[in-house]
């Protein structure tokens, strides 16, 4: 397998705080990683880095080869990176099309036309979202607003997808649901890291899991050991 992401010594630091601490580990092509911590830990700070919301203060965030740290956004999106947000970000006055055809003009084929409104339509027919494609973003169930945020980040079209907590606040139904929607991605063979509380859907999804805690990395395996590692549970109690 190739490596796809390969993170060398990150760190983060906010004034006098370290968020991230020296982070390594790497991702192979198509790999499902799971990101777990408890809160504050660490995990959405290192989303941002690796996606370019913020400047890492030291260490190499490599995507495909490329040292990509402290690039911008736009840059990090055109080698192949699109993430999703905890709290959904789609546009709730623009139709569910116009929503996906925004970030696909700007992804990797620049696309334009009938093939940009084609490929928008691609992206919702992978999301499973079956609502009117002229209906506005919010005026959607909190599901396919879900739905319409990932088909937003497939719009660019990614070879590493972040998911943030994109399962959080489903119903029972609607997460069996979206662990199926990531599964039909993977495969596709898409690369995904995925930060996630839902401990049965990071068990479904995820083969391998990195584990942080205060900024540091504490774990990094297959997830049914690590999830045992008494380290693991620890930093999860407290304790
Ligand atoms: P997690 O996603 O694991 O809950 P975060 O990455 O959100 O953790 O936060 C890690 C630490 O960094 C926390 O102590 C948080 O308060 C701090 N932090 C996150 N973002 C910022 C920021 N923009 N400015 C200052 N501190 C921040």
Redesign the pocket.
Known sequence: MSTLLKLENVTKT?GG?T?VNDMSFEIGQGEVVGLL??????????LNLISGALPASAGAIRIGGSDLAGKRPDVIAAHGVARTFQLVKVLPSLTILENVMVPAAFGRSRLWGAALEDHARDCLAKVGLTAEETLHAGDLTYIDQKRLELARALAAEPELLLLDEWLAGLNPTELREGIALIRSLEGHGMTILL?EHIMDAIRALCPRCVV?AA?TKIADGPTAEVLVDPQVIAAYLGT
């Open positions: 906010f705080l968020a911590g408890p809160n504050g830990s660490g995990k959405t700070t290192l930060v942080m900024g």
